[in-house]
């Protein structure tokens, strides 16, 4: 059974910084692009980065270039999600994704339909 448990969401400092994991099992991420997406409330989930089934490549939504990276652990089967210099508009509840994408070096966060299992979430809050 595929399955992705993601962990780390917390309260936070405004520029503190934050690892979240995406844990998968019941597959290996050679076969699947990994994406991560946020929903904030009252707001659509949104597209925030993705890592290719190779692992060679990344990509990002263009206002959070520079702040997130998405590493890629194999021998535990977890992508993470690392979060520097947070900000008030980070706040939402993270989820991690899994799906085929034909170019093992390359990944697209969009459209979102193209990522088939879905994580329950993990929250991630500013404290004022």
């Known amino acids: 059974q595929l399955q992705l448990v993601e962990s780390g969401g917390a309260l936070v400092q405004p520029g503190g910084s934050l690892r979240l994991s995406c844990a998968a099992s019941?597959?290996?991420?050679?076969?699947?692009?990994i994406g991560w997406f946020r929903q904030a409330p009252g707001k659509e989930r949104e597209g925030v980065s993705c890592i290719s089934s190779s692992g060679s490549g990344t990509n990002y939504a263009d206002s959070l270039k520079g702040r997130f990276t998405i590493p890629r652990d194999n021998a535990k089967n977890t992508v993470y999600l690392q979060m520097n210099n947070l900000k008030a508009e980070d706040a939402a509840v993270y989820y991690c994704?899994?799906?085929?994408?034909?170019?093992?070096?390359?990944?697209?966060?969009?459209?979102?339909?193209?990522?088939?299992?879905w994580g329950q979430g993990t929250p991630v809050t500013l404290s004022s």
């Open positions: 994704a899994a799906g085929w994408q034909p170019y093992p070096a390359m990944c697209t966060i969009l459209p979102k339909e193209q990522y088939g299992f």
């Open positions: 019941g597959f290996t991420l050679d076969y699947y692009t």
